[in-house]
């Protein structure tokens, strides 16, 4: 069955430092895709990277990169220069290419950034 | 602007009450998906649809019921089976296709019982 697990329940981190979130994934799909969203307190869902099973390079986007390792099945994100407004829920997701893009969620991980 | 319409954002459900919530998307997308969230937990998938006229179960879909009559539409029901309905409901759609393409999601509905 498949699965995301996050690890962390709650992490702290102090403003302008780097922060890593975990997230561990199982699949017997050979193809598939990884998502990190944050969601505040507001409660909208917020897409922040993605990256694909077959994917050479770690994907980055702004300060947000994922250190992807197959062979692991983890795809932990990592926020550079922590901002008062990344304190939030961050949840890891994962969509099956071969199941009808049927994505799932893990149980996420809240974030609080101390100034 | 393109995107997802959930309402209403608040919603009261009386005991043996069935009710619905709406989720409309102007994003020409293909797949749609109803997720129900407890508080500091995380989104569990309770259906999805591909196609029009089509959807399967997620992971929690006792007591929840689904149709798919339109491609921009996906109402989820509330039925009165479901004995612990209070939640946040998302809604989120797909264009589809498998290409790394984030879900775009609505602002969600709380539904509670009165």
Not at chain 2, 8 to 15: A, N, Q, S, T, V
Request: proline content about 4%.
């Amino acid at each position: 069955a498949q699965k995301i697990t996050q690890t962390q329940p709650g992490m702290f981190v102090q403003e302008k430092e780097a922060v890593t979130l975990d997230c561990t994934y199982d699949t017997s799909d050979p193809s598939y895709g990884l998502f990190w969203y944050k969601q505040p307190s507001s409660g909208e869902m917020i897409f922040l990277i993605y990256q694909g099973s077959y994917d050479q390079q770690n994907a980055t986007e702004g300060r947000y990169s994922l250190n992807f390792q197959k062979a692991r099945k983890s795809a932990n994100l990592v926020i550079s220069a922590s901002q008062l407004g990344d304190s939030a829920m961050y949840f890891c997701a994962m969509s099956l290419k071969t199941s009808y893009d049927k994505v799932i969620f893990g149980p996420g991980t809240s974030l609080s950034v101390i100034p | 602007d393109g995107g997802i319409t959930q309402s209403p954002k608040y919603l009261f459900r009386k005991e043996g009450q069935n009710v619905t919530l709406s989720c409309e998307q102007n994003l020409n997308h293909d797949a749609m998906y109803w997720y129900r969230q407890d508080p500091g937990q995380g989104l569990r998938l309770i259906y999805y649809s591909q196609i029009v006229n089509d959807f399967q179960k997620g992971d929690i879909a006792e007591g929840y019921s689904v149709s798919r009559e339109k491609k921009e539409s996906f109402p989820l029901t509330v039925t009165s089976a479901q004995k612990n309905p209070t939640a946040f409901y998302l809604c989120a759609s797909l264009r589809g296709g498998g290409d790394g393409q984030p879900q775009h999601f609505g602002d969600g509905t709380r539904l509670s019982i009165l």
